[in-house]
């Protein structure tokens, strides 16, 4: 380290070493203030906690080149308590990686430095934090990348607040974390006492949380987080323990070293009442500049692609479910592309994913019933470089929605399969059907959702969705449905298939996945009646065929949106959107899932949520009366 602020002498070289990483450490925490007093907003007294614990990080530990944020062998750093970015910005700065002047834009329009830490504005961020509890499972999926699959021995260092100790999420990420043996993972905890409102629940009582670490086979590490020469200790502990993941639990205090806030209460996400005063009190503004270690050099151990795909085929008329389809297209897509990987939420024997597992066992990974858990890992693995699918229930990614929710923010590519979806399951009952996961990927930003009706559809779409951005999620079906599509059919992205249409079309039925099947039966009910309707395949739920829809609200007067989903944000909503511009809207018409569903079969579920072929050809009768009585 460097500095342009005189250093008093010392007799060795441990003790001038533990001087000018306490120096380090106070600067940081004037950056903060200063940080944050620029903009009048932030969190100055959660970093000046954790100042000391980042100094010793990055002045002797973390092995990280700034000006290669993509170099294999960097260690990965995740700031979980994302509320404490001036704390992170402070670090940069001192590295080299942002200037002073920069520092001082934080949190105003058009920064880089934004409130909370994000990769779209920072190459050295590895994924969005803010929300608490997101980074130590995020963590474990990086970690479990460079364990299992890179064979890179960085080390994954990740800083928490002990207020986010209270998220379950933290719990699955420290079981999943001990059971795989994580010894690249170290978990840093800032135990400063104080949440937003008030004290934490277990205050500075750091048993509490080593005995709940040590449960799931961690080593733990109990210091004074103020203390550098323990915090030295400490991370040299943790580089050398095997076999086990390392929290080292450090008693803080908020807002260290300005009287006026210290370990006061109320002074959560404030900047200071007076920084020239406290800037003083802590020394000074300061120039400190630390030559960050250089990782090893390291090669990426997985090859992008590795052979040519060759989807299944399937004869046309043959039955086959789409979630049987969805494993057996992930498993030819994995023997032809290294990069792709498979979580599953301990249900891979229904999602279909253990035929990925059987294949490629090396790359399929585990997550047991721990849905934040699984999205947080395939998060993790994507910041890696991975094409992660990750599949369980559609009704139990609810459980995760966070995770995806910042997933988006974080620009992550990841492709989410939800399985069991609608009243279609039959008997299992309302708990197991997704009958909302429509409508939530569908408002993530930049989402793209799809739902397919048939094995060679759903094999298409598994093979496109590995080259798209964003948070990617596809539905399929439990029951079997018969292929309709040959196997050189194309899907693209956004658009649709018209199945049936002629001159004299009534109207349109708008379908997709199993509904799919009923409209066309549906169809052919009403033709033997003299009431010819178009069928149109909206696979492509978000981004919407606009066009083709358009063309048949022009042609045909009155869309009838058939949907296996709540009637809010699904189907019928996407269909909507293709009119949202100012283009005249047509007679809408939406037969989804209006009631609590109960167990029954299949066929009896559809029927009492009106969305089978009977029930849809009565309602094209009533459509078709009404316009002539018109």
């Known amino acids: 380290m460097t500095s342009s602020a005189p250093n008093s002498s010392a007799q060795d070289s441990s003790a001038r070493d533990s001087h000018e990483l306490a120096a380090l450490g106070q600067q940081l925490r004037v950056d903060s203030v200063r940080a944050a007093a620029a903009v009048g907003s932030g969190h100055p007294t959660s970093s000046m906690s954790a100042a000391d614990l980042m100094a010793v990080l990055l002045g002797g530990h973390l092995r990280y080149d700034f000006d290669r944020p993509d170099h294999p062998g960097n260690d990965r750093f995740i700031l979980s ?3 404490a970015s001036p704390l992170l910005y402070a670090a940069y700065k001192a ?3 942002v200037t002073d002047d920069e520092l001082l834009t934080f949190r105003k329009e058009g920064s880089r430095l934004q409130g909370h830490p994000t990769p779209r504005a920072l190459p050295w961020v590895e994924v969005a934090t803010g929300s ?6 995020v963590a474990v999926g990086m970690a479990l990348s460079g364990k299992r699959l890179e064979q890179i021995p960085y080390r994954v260092w990740v800083m928490c607040g002990d207020s986010e100790l209270a998220e379950g999420s ?5 079981e999943h974390a001990g059971y795989e043996r994580l010894d690249n993972l170290t978990a840093v905890v800032d135990v400063n006492r104080l949440g937003q409102r008030g004290p934490t629940r277990h205050g500075w009582n750091l048993k509490a949380y080593a005995d709940r670490f040590k449960a799931f086979d961690w080593h733990v590490i109990e210091i004074d987080g103020h203390d550098v020469d323990a915090i030295d200790h400490a991370y040299q502990e943790a580089a050398s323990t095997a076999g086990q993941p390392t929290v080292i639990l450090a008693r803080t205090r908020k807002g260290k070293g300005v009287a006026a806030v210290e370990d006061q209460e109320g002074k959560h996400g404030k900047p200071l009442p007076d920084a020239d005063e406290a800037i003083q009190e802590l020394g000074g503004v300061r120039d400190v500049r630390v030559q960050v270690r250089k990782p090893a050099a390291a090669r990426i151990m997985h090859t992008i692609r590795s052979g040519h795909l060759e989807l299944p085929r399937h004869d046309v008329g043959e039955e086959i479910a789409t979630r049987d389809a969805y494993g057996q297209a992930l498993t030819a897509l994995g023997s032809a592309r290294g990069d792709v990987v498979a979580v599953d939420g301990e249900v891979g024997d229904s999602t279909r994913t253990e035929y990925f597992a059987e294949a490629h066992p090396e790359r399929y990974f585990e997550c047991y019933i721990a849905e934040q858990q699984l999205v947080a890992t395939a998060v993790g693995l994507a910041a890696r470089g991975w094409v992660p699918y990750a599949t369980t229930f559609a009704a139990f990614l ?27 399951i039959g008997e299992d009952g309302p708990s197991q059907m997704g009958l909302e996961d429509l409508a939530l990927f569908r408002a993530v930003h930049g989402s793209t959702v799809l739902y397919p009706c048939d094995a060679h559809q759903t094999g298409r779409l598994i093979a496109q969705m590995a080259e798209l951005d964003g948070v990617r999620y596809l539905r399929t079906t439990r029951g079997a449905t018969p292929v309709i599509y040959g196997p050189g059919e194309e899907f693209p992205i956004g658009g649709s298939k ?16 199993v509904t799919l099947h009923e409209a066309l039966s549906a169809a052919e009910l009403l033709e033997r009646e003299g009431i010819p309707v178009r069928v149109i395949d909206l696979y ?36 909507l959107d293709a009119f949202t511009d100012g283009a005249p809207v047509p007679r809408l018409v939406r037969l989804a899932v209006r009631t609590m569903p109960g167990s029954a079969s299949p066929e009896e579920q559809l029927r009492a949520a009106g969305i089978d072929a009977q029930s849809i050809a009565a309602a094209v009768r009533l459509l078709v009366e009404e316009a002539v009585v018109r």
């Open 81 to 83: 308590k994302g509320h």
């Open 95 to 97: 590295a080299g990686a």
């Open 132 to 137: 608490l509890g997101q980074g130590l499972p």
């Open 170 to 174: 933290i719990w699955e990420a420290a």
């Open 398 to 424: 609810t459980r995760a929605y966070d995770f995806v929710r910042m997933a988006a923010i974080s620009g992550s590519g990841i492709n989410l399969v939800g399985s069991h979806a609608g009243v279609a």
């Open 498 to 513: 018209v199945l049936r249409s002629s001159d004299a079309d009534r109207l349109t039925l708008v379908a997709a996945g």
């Open 540 to 575: 492509s739920v978000k981004p919407v065929d606009r066009r083709t829809l358009r063309e048949a609200a022009e042609q045909t007067g009155c869309l009838v949106t058939v949907e296996d989903h709540r009637e809010e944000g699904g189907l019928g909503d996407a269909v």
